[in-house]
């Protein structure tokens, strides 16, 4: 009677090989897959955060801009130039003293329960945006002006900060596309050639950023791009009294 142990064999060179290749191509699969996993969870997470970024410096932007002339007390001679706090601005332009297609500077009397009857007194009441294309970023200068002198104070709001590379953020790439767009109660664009003798007609402000994330997108090897817009109404220029 033949013994069945000494009949069973072993894998053969062939088979190890075979299994071993098997083994291998799943491996590389799987490590394939974890990887662009990973790329694309890198690149969903850039893409949020830039989103993030963007999407607030806008909505500050657009409420802070949609206050632009407001005056509660209907003060006569309120506005001041921004550049120059012993001088009263151009009472024509109300709240908007400066609309170009890169910066604009907003006045408004805020003080709550009572208003001071004096615009820059206090913080929040003058605010200049302004597009800083050399170093891809939006500033934002609140402009004081306690004792008639004018206390700005311009900081990076949106975009690399001077001095501080480590700090990763995204950056304004608008160029020559315009940040601020002006238009008039008909809906009609103000052209920018046009202001700021056209400050008065002012009825709607549209916003647009350009802005392209810090660092590499994993998948696609570029930097992520993406572009924002909003569109406002400051109620209190159309006011006339």
């Known amino acids: 009677m033949r013994d069945p142990l000494n009949d069973s064999r072993g894998f053969t060179l062939t088979e190890l090989v075979m299994a071993v290749a098997v083994g291998l191509v799943l491996l590389a699969a799987v490590s394939t897959a974890i ?12 893409k949020v955060t830039t989103n993030q970024d963007a999407r607030a410096a806008l909505e500050l932007m657009a409420a802070e801009i949609r206050m632009a002339s407001f005056n ?12 120059n706090c012993n001088a009263a601005g151009n009472q024509n332009r109300r709240g908007i003293q400066e609309a170009t297609a890169t910066a604009i500077t907003v006045e408004m009397d805020i003080e709550s329960p009572n208003p001071s009857r004096v615009c820059g007194d206090v913080d929040g009441e003058i605010i200049r945006y302004a597009y800083d294309a050399a170093n891809s ?25 001077a001095g501080q590379p480590e700090v990763r953020t995204v950056e304004v ?24 003798n056209d400050i008065p007609r002012i009825r709607r402000i549209e916003i647009a950023l350009l802005v392209r994330s810090a660092d590499v997108d994993p998948t696609s090897g570029q930097r992520r791009q993406m572009a924002y817009s909003t569109s406002i109404i400051p109620r209190n220029h159309g006011i006339q009294f």
């Open 137 to 161: 970023r939006i500033t934002r200068e609140n402009i004081r002006c306690p004792g008639g002198q004018n206390a700005a104070n311009e900081m990076p709001f949106l975009g690399p900060i």
């Open 72 to 83: 509660s007390t209907f003060e006569p001679n309120l506005w001041r130039d921004p550049a």
């Open 35 to 46: 990887v662009s996993g990973q790329r694309s969870s890198t690149g969903i997470e850039r």
């Open 173 to 196: 790439v608008n160029n020559a596309l315009p940040v601020f767009r002006y238009f008039d109660g008909t809906g009609a664009e103000i052209l920018h050639a046009n202001l700021p």
